[in-house]
């Protein structure tokens, strides 16, 4: 067995060990919406699309390379394959053929399974909470030779969104699904509450004040209207502690050295679950549990006035409300206005990785694709057509990207916030192994507090000791510690 696929099995199992013993044993009461419009999901989902990619040219000097994606749906039937029909158009030297592999978990365990076979793709998209484990691996050839080699331009990139991405002082990957959280309100029903549509709460404070007038109760005092919702999500609470100033883990979060511990458990950690458990006992939050479409849900048939979600969703937000009522975004709130100037939120998505076992002709292809959709017009017809962010900032320029965003204003908070966040070690995310196991232990916690189960205080310690745990055991099995 290599090294590569014994790391890569270990890591499983201790994905698997942690995981198992983190499930949530508090019971939360969780919220139904009443009705359900049509949902529009995230754009990751786990339906094969249509392909419909051209066909593979006949000359056998044509160095033919797979892309592993995990994009569903329209993204995945139809721009992912675009995108690769415009690069086989553009030249003659590669060709790419898109595949779909399910959910990011999916192609990672069909990504250990090729190694023993050794029909890797020469370039994959993975989730953002992947590029530790990514690094680890060996398995990547870091797009930062190709760089330095080509002597790439990436001054025109957005430099947060690349700092993710970037490990040991390394461009690892590079971005491709990009968005932030944000804050999304129905104006109307801020006009009719009294509020300003206008000027959307922004604090902590702020947010829970909102919610005390946007909540609406029947005759027998039972909430119809809950002023906010949020879905319990550790992403989310990863963008609370970033706005707040907080690191994840230590040695600023994994970046300045090897992470070793859990710090999440700080004061602004407590202090983002005392304020969600505030409006909770006060009646103002609406519980829809871990899954977010439901949450969108409530919003789309005005059971809740405000709630928190990626800022990708905002098209599929406006397609399904279609004029019923005025939808506002704004910036993901702040424990206080000080700290808009200190801090930001830290991207998500995913990013594409070039395959070390694949070939050096095979791994020159992938980079030329990696350079092809990282162009000007390819970043915008992406834009338009997933709601994530362009990673380069020309992109913005292209008409295609400038109809789109008149079409839709309310992404240019989803822009400003971006541009707004300093680019330091905490908007920069944790970068530690055991992301999908610190995720949902911090989901067990928060459902913890919510259930009356433990304090906000004694969640965190609990969560924060788990992590750590899976955090000692993962750099062990990486052979990162002696």
Same mark, same amino acid.
């Given at each position: 067995?290599?090294?590569?696929?014994?790391?890569?099995?270990?890591?499983?199992?201790?994905?698997?060990?942690?995981?198992?013993?983190?499930?949530?044993?508090?019971?939360?009461?969780?919220?139904?919406?009443?009705?359900?419009?049509?949902?529009?999901?995230?754009?990751?989902?786990?339906?094969?699309?249509?392909?419909?990619?051209? $066909? +593979?040219?006949?000359? !056998? %000097? /044509?160095?033919?390379?797979?892309?592993?994606?995990?994009?569903?749906? @329209?993204? #995945?039937?139809?721009?992912?394959?675009?995108?690769?029909?415009?690069?086989?158009?553009?030249?003659?030297?590669?060709?790419?053929?898109?595949?779909?592999?399910?959910?990011?978990?999916?192609?990672?365990?069909?990504?250990?399974?090729?190694?023993?076979?050794?029909?890797?793709?020469?370039?994959?998209?993975?989730?953002?909470?992947?590029?530790?484990?990514?690094?680890?691996?060996?398995?990547?050839?870091?797009?930062?030779?190709?760089?330095?080699?080509?002597?790439?331009?990436?001054?025109?990139?957005?430099?947060?969104?690349?700092?993710?991405?970037?490990?040991?002082?390394?461009?690892?990957?590079?971005?491709?699904?990009?968005?932030?959280?944000?804050?999304?309100?129905?104006?109307?029903?801020?006009?009719?509450?009294?509020?300003?549509?206008?000027? $959307? +709460?922004?604090?902590? !404070? %702020? /947010?829970?004040?909102?919610?005390?007038?946007?909540?609406?109760?029947? @005759?027998? #005092?039972?909430?119809?209207?809950?002023?906010?919702?949020?879905?319990?999500?550790?992403?989310?609470?990863?963008?609370?502690?970033?706005?707040?100033?907080?690191?994840?883990?230590?040695?600023?979060?994994?970046?300045?050295?090897?992470?070793?511990?859990?710090?999440?458990?700080?004061?602004?950690?407590?202090?983002?679950?005392?304020?969600?458990?505030?409006?909770?006992?006060?009646?103002?939050?609406?519980?829809?549990?871990?899954?977010?479409?439901?949450?969108?849900?409530?919003?789309?048939?005005?059971?809740?006035?405000?709630?928190?979600?990626?800022?990708?969703?905002?098209?599929?937000?406006?397609?399904?409300?279609?004029?019923?009522?005025?939808?506002?975004?704004?910036?993901?709130?702040?424990?206080?206005?000080?700290?808009?100037?200190?801090?930001?939120?830290?991207?998500?998505?995913?990013?594409?990785?070039?395959?070390?076992?694949?070939?050096?002709?095979?791994?020159?292809?992938?980079?030329?694709?990696?350079?092809?959709?990282?162009?000007?017009?390819?970043?915008?017809?992406?834009?338009?057509?997933?709601?994530?962010?362009?990673?380069?900032?020309?992109?913005?320029?292209?008409?295609?990207?400038?109809?789109?965003?008149?079409?839709?204003?309310?992404?240019?908070?989803?822009?400003?916030?971006?541009?707004?966040?300093?680019?330091?070690?905490?908007?920069?995310?944790?970068?530690?192994?055991?992301?999908?196991?610190?995720?949902?232990?911090?989901?067990?916690?928060?459902?913890?507090?919510?259930?009356?189960?433990?304090?906000?205080?004694?969640?965190?310690?609990?969560?924060?000791?788990?992590?750590?745990?899976?955090?000692?055991?993962?750099?062990?099995?990486?052979?990162?510690?002696?």
């Amino acid at each position: 067995m290599s090294k590569k696929l014994f790391h890569f099995m270990g890591v499983l199992i201790i994905f698997a060990m942690i995981l198992s013993a983190c499930q949530p044993k508090a019971e939360v009461p969780v919220e139904e919406p009443v009705v359900e419009p049509p949902v529009v999901e995230e754009p990751v989902v786990e339906e094969e699309p249509m392909p419909t990619l051209a $066909p +593979p040219p006949e000359e !056998e %000097e /044509v160095v033919m390379i797979d892309f592993w994606h995990s994009m569903g749906g @329209d993204l #995945g039937g139809i721009a992912i394959p675009q995108m690769a029909n415009d690069f086989n158009a553009s030249q003659s030297k590669c060709y790419v053929e898109p595949i779909f592999q399910g959910s990011y978990d999916d192609a990672l365990n069909k990504l250990r399974a090729s190694l023993q076979t050794q029909d890797v793709p020469a370039v994959m998209q993975l989730y953002d909470i992947g590029t530790r484990l990514m690094v680890d691996l060996q398995m990547i050839t870091p797009v930062q030779e190709f760089i330095d080699k080509d002597n790439y331009d990436v001054s025109d990139l957005e430099p947060n969104v690349l700092a993710y991405y970037t490990a040991d002082g390394k461009q690892a990957s590079m971005p491709f699904n990009t968005s932030t959280p944000m804050l999304y309100y129905n104006k109307d029903m801020f006009a009719a509450a009294g509020l300003d549509p206008e000027s $959307p +709460p922004r604090t902590f !404070e %702020e /947010v829970w004040e909102a919610a005390r007038v946007l909540t609406q109760y029947d @005759d027998s #005092g039972n909430v119809v209207v809950s002023g906010i919702s949020m879905s319990i999500y550790g992403w989310f609470f990863e963008q609370y502690l970033a706005v707040s100033g907080g690191y994840y883990a230590n040695n600023a979060n994994g970046r300045d050295a090897l992470a070793t511990e859990a710090t999440f458990n700080s004061p602004e950690g407590v202090a983002i679950l005392e304020w969600w458990k505030g409006m909770w006992d006060e009646g103002l939050m609406g519980n829809y549990g871990r899954v977010n479409a439901d949450v969108r849900t409530a919003f789309y048939a005005e059971q809740t006035a405000m709630f928190v979600d990626s800022t990708a969703v905002l098209r599929g937000a406006m397609d399904t409300v279609e004029g019923k009522f005025d939808i506002g975004t704004a910036y993901l709130p702040r424990p206080n206005e000080a700290a808009f100037d200190t801090s930001g939120t830290i991207i998500g998505g995913g990013s594409l990785w070039i395959i070390s076992d694949s070939s050096p002709e095979e791994q020159a292809c992938a980079w030329e694709f990696i350079k092809f959709q990282a162009s000007p017009e390819q970043q915008a017809y992406w834009h338009t057509m997933s709601g994530y962010f362009p990673i380069r900032e020309t992109a913005y320029d292209v008409p295609l990207a400038q109809e789109w965003r008149e079409q839709y204003p309310q992404f240019k908070t989803a822009v400003d916030q971006l541009h707004i966040a300093p680019n330091n070690r905490v908007t920069q995310g944790g970068l530690i192994g055991v992301f999908p196991t610190a995720r949902q232990t911090i989901e067990g916690a928060i459902e913890e507090v919510l259930a009356d189960v433990a304090t906000p205080q004694e969640a965190l310690d609990k969560a924060a000791q788990i992590v750590t745990d899976a955090i000692e055991e993962y750099n062990i099995s990486m052979g990162l510690v002696d």
